[in-house]
């Protein structure tokens, strides 16, 4: 069972650029950290689509000999985390799919919202479905439309899903991208130093493959992408922003910018809010990797206490599926986070994380410090209590799993075994992100959903 929330997936698409399927290789392999289970690649040559999709980390899906076979000027990439016992190679991305205008490939980033009732109404149909992804809703609404062009038969799905949603669709000939009207996962335009155009989930795809940041795609924005053109921009719906606020909190790599902010500074500037709103006396300010290394340093900035990294992470432990006792998760725990003794006894430690979800490691993390000889352990959180699931793209445990919906702070802190515990809270979040309005999804923290 995993502590902590997990992104479903990134999105990559690269248009007009010779051997296209490599940039989206290279881009692929800078969003890995959003999806590690799965890892797929169509391309388009102008006559028909070429597709590779495979469970496993995109370094280990593609290889030189497999990126030749994917030939063309286009491709759209995909990389999947999936939830245990949904591991089909079936549910890996992107969807292919032959129709009567010819063949199209999809990538989705989000979640459908009305995806159970749309999939009933084209099952009564006579659809025929090959997996449990709501993404496959998509090819058969496109599919089953009676509009004669492809343009027309995406605006005409995309107006029948509700919930979130940034795509990237490759026909022969074009590319479409879009984000739903709340923009609730991040979707940016480039444009590559040789001419063409990428768009991914996070910019920092953008600065492995040398490409220059334009914009963000806009909720509610659909952009057509055909050969010799600029992109052309239709928008779809009126935009009514409710962005992701946990993509600032723990999902996006620090080095990109997303809904139009540097993270790096967004998780700075919340450690600082949480030491101006929880300060302690201590002797030194130490994160939990990675996750909490911005945050720990700002907190380090504002309360004038030295940062340190005490605590080293083993980036080589994959995830582990057999953990049948006790002591496997906690000799989990161990081989991925290892405390600097050095640096830890008989001092008092503030340790920073990003969040605590069901708070199993965070009991270990204090544990594993106070063993190492810390006098005191005090936990700082640079986001609110996790009290409720996500629906629009997060993998997250249920209700009665999310520890901060089911105990009190005091309870949470003699659970996980620390001296003090203190969140960041929402007001200060928002100020950290700069947020000007309610342009930001916090259903997570408070339970109010937008759809």
């Known amino acids: 069972m995993h502590d902590n929330l997990n992104e479903k997936c990134a999105v990559v698409g690269i248009f007009g650029q010779e051997e296209a399927s ?18 797929g690649i169509s391309s388009a040559d102008g006559r028909k689509l070429h597709t590779i999709k495979k469970r496993g980390l995109v370094m280990r899906v593609f290889n030189e000999e497999k990126l030749r076979t994917l030939s063309g000027s286009a491709a759209i990439g995909h990389t999947r985390y999936s939830t245990a016992g949904d591991d089909s190679i079936l549910d890996a991305q992107p969807v292919f799919a032959r129709y009567d205008l010819g063949e ?11 995806a159970q009732e749309v999939r009933n109404a084209l099952i009564k149909k006579g659809a025929i479905f090959q997996t449990f992804m709501d993404t496959e809703n998509l090819i058969h609404l496109i599919a089953k439309s009676e509009k004669d062009k492809l343009l027309d038969r995406i605006i005409d799905a995309v107006e029948r899903i509700e919930g979130a949603f940034s795509l990237v669709i490759l026909s022969r000939t074009k590319m479409f991208a ?7 996962r991040p979707l940016s335009l480039g444009k590559l130093p040789n001419g063409g155009y990428i768009v991914a989930s996070e ?13 963000d795609v806009e909720p509610g924005e659909l952009l057509i992408f055909s050969q010799g053109k600029e992109p052309k921009s239709i928008k779809v719906f009126e935009p009514t922003p409710k962005h992701c606020i946990f993509e600032y909190v723990y999902f996006a790599r620090p080095d990109s910018s997303v809904f139009g902010q540097s993270v790096y500074k967004a998780r700075k500037d919340m450690g600082k809010e949480l030491a101006r709103l929880a300060p302690v006396e201590a002797d030194v300010v130490i994160p939990v990797p990675d996750g909490g290394v911005p945050a720990a340093i700002g907190y380090a900035q504002e309360s004038g206490i030295p940062y ?9 432990i994959g995830r582990t599926f057999i953990e049948p006792t006790q002591e496997m998760r906690d000799l989990k725990v161990q081989m991925k986070l290892s405390p600097m003794t050095e640096i830890i006894k008989g001092k008092r430690v503030i340790v920073i994380d990003d969040s605590i979800v069901r708070g199993t490691t965070s009991k270990r993390i204090v544990r594993m410090l106070k063993e190492a000889g810390a006098n005191e352990v005090h936990m700082r959180v640079s986001s609110p209590p996790t009290t ?17 919906a089911n105990m009190s702070n005091e309870e949470i802190c003699e659970y996980i075994e620390a001296d003090s515990l203190a ?19 916090t259903a997570c923290f408070t339970g109010k959903y937008i759809v």
């Open 203 to 215: 910019t920092c795809a953008f600065d492995l493959v040398g490409a220059e940041f334009i914009r």
């Open 22 to 39: 490599k940039l989206a290789y290279f881009s692929l392999h800078a969003l890995q950290h959003r999806g590690q289970e799965a890892a």
């Open 178 to 184: 879009m984000r739903d009207r709340h923009g609730f």
């Open 104 to 114: 199209m490939a999809i990538v989705h980033n989000g979640n459908l919202t009305n």
């Open 388 to 404: 409720d699931p996500c629906y629009y793209g997060v993998d997250t445990p249920d209700k009665d799993k999310l520890i901060a």
């Open 308 to 316: 340190e990294m005490g605590i080293m992470r083993n980036h080589y």
């Open 423 to 441: 969140y960041l809270d929402e007001a200060s979040l928002l100020r950290s992100v700069n947020a000007q309005g309610d342009e930001y999804c």
